[in-house]
């Protein structure tokens, strides 16, 4: 069983920067794929960016160029670097662990990009 649990949310104006860390429980974090999700109103969940065990980081084309995925092992923690951040960066954001068969969730942090 693994626990997440996201922090560095919070309301930034257009053009700002926000950085999101997750903080992953167990033994096993090594292991995981590693992710970030978001889920805007009215839509659905879509993947921001994630990245290997070994590293290797994959983002969604609309984010590519702004933020950086990066993992720290030792600490058991992802984070998710946000630049030049648009409105329609705005949702919440979820941390996501993917293993084997297993799949954890953390309960999201809000991002508002806003005026």
């Known amino acids: 069983q693994m626990q997440l649990v996201e922090s560095g949310g919070g309301l930034v104006q257009p053009g700002g920067s926000l950085r999101l860390s997750c903080a992953a429980s167990g033994s096993l974090f090594t292991f995981y794929v590693m992710g970030w999700y978001r889920q805007a109103p009215g839509k659905q969940r879509e993947l921001v960016a994630a990245?290997?065990?070994?590293?290797?980081?994959n983002y969604a084309d609309s984010v590519k160029g702004r933020f950086t995925i990066s993992r720290d092992n030792a600490k058991n923690t992802v984070y998710l670097q946000m630049n030049s951040l648009k409105p329609e960066d705005t949702a919440v954001y979820y941390c996501?662990?993917?293993?084997?068969?297993?799949?954890?969730w953390g309960q999201g942090t809000q991002v508002t990009v806003s005026s």
């Open positions: 990245i290997t065990s070994g590293g290797s980081p």
């Open positions: 996501n662990a993917q293993g084997g068969l297993s799949n954890y």
